[in-house]
């Protein structure tokens, strides 16, 4: 029994052990990995935080590594996710989707031909060489005129009228008395010979009345050319001069196009050029001929130049003051091929030309605005003088869109060369109900406004009243003073009385203040002052709608002349039109189109 007992002790210790042991394994392993699974995701959470960049939403140029306030207004800064990180401070990121929507649509910049048909209307005219006029060489009174009609063909050589001619008639009897003392005085026979020659009469004639010794009292006047008569000048019975010009003649068997061609299109004009050109009054017949010259000069009335081709006119099918119209099929051969560019792919912008080229290598679609420089034009494209290379992908489709998305976002655009950050409801060009508008005239709603502030902005208003007199002058080193003094003012405007909306409102504005006031300042050519006028009107005209006036009513004024009709703004204490674009050359140039009270 007891052998059997001590056996029986010895399995049950042996499974509590083993059981044991299982537990304790259990319980370490089991430790091991909750501390693995919950270590992990805090070197993740740390990784991430080492990478974070804080930027501004007021100012997204801002980039700092660590949370603060904005550098510029002071906001506090929020994170900005690595994968918006762009390529370029002035380049604008647009999802797939969002391309998508706005139909947005890019293209690779090539060289190609560029070719272009060119439509010239003009007439024909009389070939100038070819135009001759018929003269008298003896004075006398037209006994008969066998020319008589305009239009009438002549041929060289043929009898065309008869003169009497006293003269003629004294100049033979001189010749007949000299022959009488032929051997005295042999010279006087021969001067009275050159006589008769000089008034055309041939040697034939001269020989005749010698033999004869018989006076002739008319003179024929013979054809000395062929062609048409075009102006009949005479009548029979006139009396003319020696000289006196009886009808001009012009041959008609070689005639000219000679078209007008617009300025814009001289670039595909060139000599021996093809053009070919119909008429209505030869209905299913098409002419041919090449440029033989180009006018040098530009008409000053009609602003175009006249463009010349010879015609060879067998038949005299081609009648001068005929209207034709003609076609230039032209190619652009300097320097070979040429970048082209769709039409489409172009925002214009007063002078410049602009267009988004597409950032190769960014994570998301990535567009930056560029200045180009363009030289003809197609039916459908540009040629690219300056500004884009061969490879280089730009927006041909939706490029109003992608402008829009980058001023919207503070970027370099179209109408917001300074890169200034614009509310969605404030982008010139605009309005909300999507009517097209100037910049000057985008809406501005007006914000609740701390008194403070609106008393600081009057001051700013009444130092810009003063220079805008200034302008009124047009005495620049007075422009100068008074721009000072604005500036001044406008430094002394406390910001951080402004919360929220109206904070972001007037830091919309205040760059462009800012940089206008001083290039005012700086200049001292009025021309260029009234230039930077010209923006910091636009901006505070905006300001002053939102934020108000404290006691005053200001007017904005507009004058339609200014910079070449393209017109401009400003602000006015009284409704009387004092232009401060023109001074006194046009002083009451303009009209009100706004209130602020």
Not at 139 to 144: C, I, M, S, V, Y
Not at 503 to 516: D, F, G, I
């Amino acid at each position: 029994m007891k052998a059997k007992d001590l056996l029986s002790n010895t399995y049950v210790k042996a499974a509590l052990l083993v059981i044991a042991g299982l537990f304790l394994g259990w319980l370490v392993f089991h430790h091991s990995e909750t501390t693995v699974k919950t270590t992990e995701p805090e070197v993740h959470e740390h990784s991430e935080e080492e990478h974070t960049i804080w930027t501004c939403s007021m100012h997204p140029q801002i980039r700092m590594d660590e949370p603060g306030d904005c550098p510029i207004c002071g906001m506090d800064l929020i994170p900005l996710k690595n994968s918006d990180v762009e390529i370029d401070d002035q380049a604008i990121q647009i999802s797939e989707s969002a391309m998508k929507l706005a139909e947005v649509q890019t293209a690779v910049v090539a060289k190609g031909s560029s070719s272009k048909n060119i439509l010239l209307y003009g007439k024909i005219q009389v070939d100038e060489r070819l135009k001759q006029s018929q003269t008298a060489h003896v004075p006398g009174r037209l006994e008969e005129l066998m020319v008589n009609v305009t239009g009438q063909q002549v041929k060289k050589g043929q009898l065309i009228a008869r003169i009497y001619s006293p003269e003629l008639v004294t100049a033979q009897k001189e010749l007949l008395e000299a022959l009488s003392l032929k051997d005295k005085y042999p010279a006087l026979v021969e001067a009275a010979r050159e006589k008769l020659r000089n008034w055309k009469l041939s040697d034939e004639q001269i020989n005749a009345l010698e033999k004869s010794g018989n006076v002739t009292s008319t003179f024929d006047i013979y054809a000395n050319t062929s062609g048409i008569v075009v102006n009949l000048k005479v009548n029979k019975g006139d009396y003319i001069s020696k000289g006196a010009v009886l009808f001009d003649v012009t041959d008609l068997s070689k005639v000219w196009g000679v078209f007008d061609a617009y300025e814009s299109d001289l670039a595909w004009i060139s000599l021996n050029q093809q053009v070919e050109f119909t008429t209505q009054a030869i209905p299913g017949k098409t002419f041919k001929g090449k440029i033989s010259f180009i006018d040098p000069l530009v008409d000053p009335n009609t602003r175009v130049v006249k463009v010349r081709i010879e015609l060879p006119n067998p038949g005299l099918e081609l009648k001068p003051e005929m209207f034709i119209n003609g076609t230039v099929h032209s190619v652009l051969k300097a320097g070979g091929e040429q970048l082209t560019i769709p039409q489409t792919a172009v925002l214009w912008t007063g002078t410049r030309s602009v267009v988004y080229v597409k950032i190769p290598g960014a994570e998301k679609p990535s567009f930056k605005m560029r200045e180009i420089t363009l030289g003809a034009s197609t039916k459908d494209t540009y040629v690219v003088v300056e500004g884009l290379k061969e490879g280089e992908e730009i927006v041909t489709n939706g490029t109003f869109s992608v402008d829009a998305a980058a001023q919207l976002a503070g970027k370099t655009s179209m109408m917001n060369q300074s890169g200034e950050k614009l509310s969605s409801g404030s982008m010139p060009g605009m309005d909300m109900s999507g009517e097209t508008t100037t910049s000057s005239e985008a809406k501005a709603e007006p914000v609740e406004t701390n008194p403070k502030f609106k008393a600081q902005l009057t001051s700013v208003y009444d130092t810009y009243i003063k220079m805008k007199d200034a302008f009124v002058e047009s005495d620049p080193g007075k422009v100068n003073e008074e721009a000072k003094k604005v500036e001044s003012a406008i430094q002394a405007v406390d910001m951080e009385l402004l919360k929220d909306d109206a904070h972001m409102a007037w830091m919309n504005q205040l760059k462009t203040l800012n940089s206008s006031i001083k290039a005012i300042r700086s200049e001292s050519d009025i021309e260029k002052q009234r230039e930077a006028f010209s923006k910091f009107n636009n901006a505070f005209y905006k300001s002053l709608k939102m934020f108000g006036l404290e006691n005053e009513t200001a007017y904005y004024q507009f004058c339609p002349m200014a910079f070449d009709n393209k017109g401009a703004y400003w602000i006015s204490e009284t409704e009387e039109i004092r232009n401060p674009y023109f001074g006194d050359m046009m002083l009451n140039c303009g009209e009100n189109k706004d209130s602020i009270k």
